[in-house]
């Protein structure tokens, strides 16, 4: 594997669509949605499909494992880490990695900006996502 691998654009990986929730939504909603589609994260968003936060696996570990409260009880902007790193789909995979390495996350989404700052998430990289491409990368070059 050489540096071009790396610089490539996030938009050349096999990314997802994000799988969202609106916000003011059960966490159970999310739990759901994370079950159903096999996720790690969802992205919480608002009426307007703005990115207002991210729930992932920690995050409902952190915030919901061991409470005596059902996950029917807890609201997703009580579980959620607001406004998350965010990157766009033209930002190299390294900037990516060196992104989640940095802040030890596995998740971060793919925005989109408005003329206002707003984002709006259009996709969500893990580092699977990453590693994946890489592994294909490395059984091309043999």
Request: charged share 25%.
């Amino acid at each position: 594997m050489d540096t071009r691998t790396l610089s490539l654009p996030i938009s050349t990986l096999d990314y997802k669509q994000p799988a969202t929730v609106q916000i003011g939504s059960p966490v159970s909603v999310a739990i759901d949605i994370m079950q159903e589609e096999g996720r790690g994260c969802v992205l919480v968003v608002d009426d307007d499909e703005q990115l207002l936060g991210i729930i992932t696996e920690r995050d409902l570990i952190r915030h919901v494992s061991g409470q005596r409260a059902a996950p029917t009880e807890f609201r997703v902007e009580q579980v959620m880490t607001a406004d998350p790193e965010t990157l766009r789909a033209s930002d190299p995979i390294a900037f990516a990695l060196n992104l989640m390495h940095l802040g030890h996350f596995r998740h971060l989404p793919l925005c989109v900006w408005d003329d206002q700052g707003e984002a709006y998430p259009i996709g969500i990289i893990s580092t699977r996502d990453i590693l994946d491409h890489i592994a294909i990368f490395i059984e091309n070059q043999e």
